[in-house]
């Protein structure tokens, strides 16, 4: 088994003054401003389909987005949450993706927020990470705002494989068969 991946397209959103469109990539931009929340959700019904027993083993949550000025997060500070059902976890910033910029029309607007082995400090099941929620909201003095054309969310799930017992120089052989290194030779 091997660690997969699964992303989302598209879901619905909710919030005052906002509109379902910042869940789908097609060049809708919705401004977020100081002090509005907004909880995105239903990302399943895209694409989210995890197999039942996987472990969840990270989650990115992923931006196209612009701001106002170039360094809206150290204004706004960590503004990004997750919740499982049961629990928000803490706000993050984003930590990767492109150079935050306020330009969209030059294609380098993508942020992420968590990573392949990021749990946001929460436990997930297939079922919990297919109903997930993304939580936007920040205080600012500068009247800060957000530009977004989409959130998407990706879930990564499996295991890494493990080998054990396998013993350093000792050969074990069966008849032609031998055992070394833990390579089969014949």
Request: charged share 15%.
């Given at each position: 088994?091997?660690?997969?991946?699964?992303?989302?397209?598209?879901?619905?959103?909710?919030?005052?003054?906002i509109?379902?469109?910042?869940l789908?990539d097609?060049?809708?931009?919705?401004?977020?401003?100081?002090?509005?929340?907004f909880?995105?959700?239903?990302?399943?019904?895209?694409?989210?389909?995890?197999?039942?027993?996987?472990?969840i083993?990270?989650?990115?949550?992923?931006?196209?987005?612009?701001?106002?000025?170039?360094?809206?997060?150290?204004?706004?500070?960590?503004?990004?949450?997750?919740?499982?059902?049961?629990?928000?976890?803490?706000?993050?910033?984003?930590?990767?993706?492109?150079?935050?910029?306020?330009?969209?029309?030059?294609?380098?607007?993508?942020?992420?927020?968590?990573g392949?082995?990021?749990?946001?400090?929460?436990?997930w099941?297939?079922?919990?990470?297919?109903g997930?929620?993304?939580?936007?909201s920040?205080?600012?003095?500068?009247?800060?705002?957000?530009?977004?054309n989409?959130?998407?969310?990706?879930?990564?799930?499996?295991?890494?494989?493990?080998?054990?017992n396998?013993?350093?120089?000792?050969?074990?052989?069966?008849?032609t068969?031998?055992?070394?290194?833990?390579?089969l030779?014949?």
């Amino acid at each position: 088994m091997a660690i997969n991946t699964v992303t989302s397209l598209a879901g619905t959103a909710a919030g005052a003054g906002i509109n379902n469109n910042i869940l789908a990539d097609n060049g809708t931009i919705v401004r977020i401003r100081d002090g509005q929340s907004f909880t995105l959700s239903d990302y399943d019904t895209i694409d989210l389909s995890i197999p039942s027993g996987e472990p969840i083993v990270g989650i990115e949550v992923i931006f196209d987005v612009s701001e106002n000025n170039t360094n809206e997060e150290a204004i706004t500070g960590p503004w990004i949450k997750v919740n499982n059902g049961s629990s928000d976890s803490s706000a993050k910033v984003t930590t990767a993706g492109n150079a935050w910029d306020n330009n969209f029309s030059d294609g380098t607007d993508i942020r992420i927020a968590g990573g392949p082995t990021d749990l946001w400090g929460l436990s997930w099941t297939p079922s919990t990470a297919e109903g997930i929620s993304v939580l936007l909201s920040w205080t600012s003095t500068d009247g800060s705002a957000y530009y977004m054309n989409y959130v998407k969310v990706k879930v990564y799930y499996g295991t890494v494989p493990t080998y054990n017992n396998i013993i350093d120089e000792q050969v074990v052989s069966v008849g032609t068969i031998s055992i070394k290194k833990g390579l089969l030779e014949f």
